[in-house]
């Protein structure tokens, strides 16, 4: 397939746009009562009904996918979409937002480390500087700067939540490269789900919380354009760019959340703020003005379970 890298990128901005507007749409549902490890299974759920019954009714053969690639679709089905969720929930029970985002938007510098250290790559040095800039700059849209104190506990969640959202870049580009988004993401939330259903029974579910029309209708836009198209468009942009300039790209959430918070739920930005949001901003633009050196960059391909 031909890589297109402006259309990965445009694809790549997209979901970050679509993600930040989820955050602010999402909170109406947290502020209601409905928890936020069960909102992360309801999107799960949701996504994966429509995926499997939209290609079982249009395109059945992209359900298909051979066996020895199933381990590879579990790893990022629950390492990937579950645990990113669960952990980053852990992670804001019990530190600061800004904290917890600053260390999961790390995400990026993970990725180049593993390329350097562990398959020795010889990244471009432009590329060092974007994933800087745009880290530097979540660090102070999410004013992760005024903190009290750290919880331990707090810190290796969200440590651990910045590992697994690695995992769901590299693990969708390497799949990518072999499926259709769509038939790599049928099983990845297929898995999600599967976590979610073990680690928080529907049984116990709260549907009470879901009784109004305008619940369910924000339940539906979190799952449609809040998951599964935001979802979709990353994992295409993946076959276009290198795992870590899609990541630089989702930094962007961070800033867009805070405009959106801003004019959604009246919540001021500082000058830090913008600063902040103007150095993400110049990181992206960076990063796209350099030809990426795809052999350098690119995930190296998983070896398949047989």
Not at 118 to 135: E, M, N, Q, T
Request: proline content about 5%; overall charge positive; glycine content about 8%.
């Amino acid at each position: 397939m031909e890589r297109r890298p402006a259309l990965g990128y445009l694809l790549a901005a997209s979901a970050a746009i679509l993600w930040s507007l989820n955050g602010s749409l999402a909170r109406f549902l947290l502020d209601d009562g409905l928890g936020a490890e069960r909102l992360s299974q309801l999107r799960s759920l949701g996504s994966w009904l429509i995926l499997v019954i939209a290609l079982a009714l249009l395109r059945p053969k992209l359900l298909r996918v051979e066996r020895r690639e199933i381990p590879a679709l579990v790893f990022v089905g629950i390492a990937g979409l579950a645990f990113v969720h669960a952990l980053y929930f852990v992670a804001i029970d019990r530190l600061q937002i800004g904290v917890a985002l600053t260390i999961q938007y790390l995400a990026p510098l993970l990725i180049l480390l593993w390329l350097r250290l562990a398959h020795g790559r010889r990244l471009a040095p432009a590329l060092w500087g974007a994933v800087a800039l745009s880290v530097l700059g979540c660090f102070f849209v999410v004013r992760a700067y005024e903190i009290d104190a750290v919880d331990g506990l707090g810190l290796l969640a969200a440590l651990g939540s910045a590992v697994t959202f690695a995992i769901y870049i590299v693990g969708s580009e390497r799949a990518g490269h072999r499926h259709e988004p769509v038939t790599t993401l049928v099983w990845a939330f297929g898995f999600a789900t599967l976590f979610w259903a073990l680690a928080a029974p529907w049984w116990s579910f709260p549907w009470e919380e879901l009784g109004s029309l305008r619940n369910l209708a924000l339940v539906a836009y979190v799952i449609v354009l809040g998951t599964l198209v935001p979802f979709v468009c990353m994992v295409a942009a993946l076959r276009h760019v290198p795992a870590p300039r899609a990541a630089v790209v989702a930094t962007l959430e961070p800033v867009l959340a805070a405009v959106l918070a801003w004019a959604i739920h009246d919540e001021k930005l500082a000058a830090v703020q913008l600063a902040g949001g103007a150095a993400v901003l110049l990181g992206v633009v960076w990063v796209q003005t350099h030809r990426p050196d795809v052999g350098a960059e690119a995930a190296p391909p998983l070896r398949a379970v047989r």
